[in-house]
């Protein structure tokens, strides 16, 4: 059974950092690209991040950019995210998510793990 | 970025009855390399993550019912739910996968 487990959300300033892991199992990981999505309070759906199967490809949405770090560590089946200069906006819901085929749709999701950035 | 125009944003109807959400993509997901339509359907109960429905405009994903059908091409999409029920109480999203992934704003069903 192919389980995505997020953890390293809470309560973080404006201006801080965090970073968010997402155990893999299940599947063979370093077969897969992964993503991160993530759902503002009673909010859609917006695409964060992706990185490729190696890592050495990363995309990022444009919200993000220049301030989250995608990347992978395949010997332990973990995606993260790296989220700096973290701003009220990117209070959300954060989903860890594999692709299918190349940058695709999304087949599998973990629970997520919720950020608040607030003072 | 191609902008996803989703509708409605919500609907009531009762047990029994079809339902059809319409997905408009601001160019086309159409591959002229392989005639591939690059969009695929979620559905998110309350409190649950998003769960994959269609890929590719009409694949069904393994083990997702038969009333989940989705059709069109280019720019305009469709995902009908024949002979709704009580479980597919849920937002539903649609995605392209053409470019950079972008997501439909959701629509609300309600179960009357």
């Given amino acids: 059974e192919v389980q995505l487990v997020e953890s390293g959300g809470g309560l973080v300033q404006p201006g801080r950092s965090l970073k968010l892991s997402c155990a893999a199992s299940g599947f063979t990981f370093s077969d897969y690209n992964m993503a991160w999505v993530r759902q503002a309070p009673t909010k859609g759906l917006e695409w964060v991040a992706s990185i490729s199967y190696g890592g050495s490809n990363t995309h990022y949405g444009d919200s993000v950019k220049g301030r989250f770090t995608i990347s992978r560590d395949n010997a332990k089946s973990t995606l993260y995210l790296q989220m700096d200069s973290l701003r009220s906006e990117d209070t959300a819901t954060y989903y860890c998510a594999s692709h299918r085929l190349g940058f695709s749709w999304f087949a599998y999701w973990g629970q997520g793990t919720l950020v608040t950035v607030s003072s | ?112």
Avoid at chain 2, 18 to 28: D, G, H, L, R, Y
Wanted: proline content about 4%.
């Fill in chain 2, 1 to 112: 970025d191609i902008v996803m125009t989703q509708s409605p944003s919500s609907l009531a109807v009762s047990a029994g009855e079809t339902v059809t959400i319409n997905c408009k993509s601001s160019q086309s997901l159409l591959s002229s390399g392989n005639q591939k339509n690059y969009l695929a359907w979620y559905q998110q109960k309350p409190g649950q993550s998003p769960k994959l429905l269609i890929y590719l405009a009409s694949t069904r994903e393994s083990g997702v019912p038969d009333r989940f059908i989705g059709s069109g091409s280019g720019t305009d999409f469709t995902l009908t739910i024949s002979s709704v029920q009580a479980e597919d109480l849920a937002d539903y999203y649609c995605q392209q996968h053409y470019s950079y992934p972008t997501f439909g704003s959701g629509t609300k069903l309600e179960i009357k």
